[in-house]
């Protein structure tokens, strides 16, 4: 069983609004995609093949969930900790995602995915992906759009065939000058022609980018601009909620554990922030947490935490972060467990070249490829 079936792909496109995440990696013709296509193949022929179905139906279901647990499965291996998958604890027939071995040295594993943004704005993305999908329908043979503004006052779906049709005609309306005004001007001019429109759920103006080649209209969508977003902090608060919600569930293991989390997305967690939720203090600020993770009551059996922030996207640089739990007796070994050198006292962190314990070459890929995800 192979995850990505060979066959001649011919679609460029970037990733189309609402795709499902393993479709778009199925489908894209591009090298470095083929080159993900092809080492995540690779890996899925070490899964053992009697977990093979159900992850190949978490790939199309929750890609990124499962290609997590595909890179943990491989990183384990390759440090021959000998994984085995869902094994069931004694003492509370719960089932961690991977239990390993190691010298007479027993323990299991759960991973999760922190994402970094609430419910709520996954809801608002989905919705705004509803809308970039009907717009991939205007006829746009010399322009791109620019979504210069789109927010959304409620979460409901918008009107999408009302706003499909002003935002056409307000196309349809464009006289010779104010083309000719976009051409020579571009970004420059305030006074370009747009198009708005407003509702009780939804405000959206839009703008117009002449297009180099108008003959390139079938291999592009007609948004060449999103709308600005930010986001701050997110991550550094979904990572200790994630973690505390593992250590609840999982606090009357008859085994010690590890807790895996990725930060799945662009964003970068901040190692002083976790610092502070995982020990209690944080150097950057001298601000001291009297209820740190480590020291519950309920983390007695919690031998550390590695944290990670891997797409296929980015695997020319993935590392991980490994934070050990100061307070477990078996501290030493912990460190044995993923090769890391050890000096009593002073080691809780340490970071792991996950690339060469993987022979994944920093070149794998050029840059990271979200701009077309």
Known sequence: MELFKEYERTDHNFKYPLENDFTFYDRVNNLNFGKIRELLNSWFSKYPIENKNKLYADFRAKFYDAFYELV????????????????????????????????????????????????????????????????????????????????????????????????????????????????KYQFEDANFPKVSYNDDIVDLILSFIPRNNPDYVKYFSPIGMYPTSYQYMGIENSIPKSIEKKIKKYSNLELNYFIFVNSHGSIFYRKDDLMWHLYGSDHFTNEVNMKPLFNSSKAINLLGVIVTNVVPANLHRFEMDLYINPFHKDKKKIFNLFACDFEENKNVYFNINVRERLNIKSDFLPYDLWEIL
């Open 72 to 183: 943990i499965y491989i990183f384990l291996r390759e440090c021959q900790l000998n994984p085995q998958i869902e094994i069931k604890d004694t003492k509370t027939s719960q089932t961690p995602d991977f239990f390993c071995t190691k010298e007479k040295f027993s323990f299991f594993i759960e991973a999760t995915v922190a994402k970094g943004v609430s419910e709520y704005d996954i809801k608002i993305q989905n919705l705004k992906e509803s809308l970039y999908a009907k717009f991939g329908k205007l006829l746009m043979t010399h322009y791109f759009l620019n979504l210069e503004k789109l927010d959304f006052k409620v979460n409901k779906q918008p009107k999408l065939r009302e706003i499909y049709k002003v935002v056409q005609s307000g196309i349809n309306s464009l006289s010779q000058r104010d083309m000719e005004l976009i051409d």
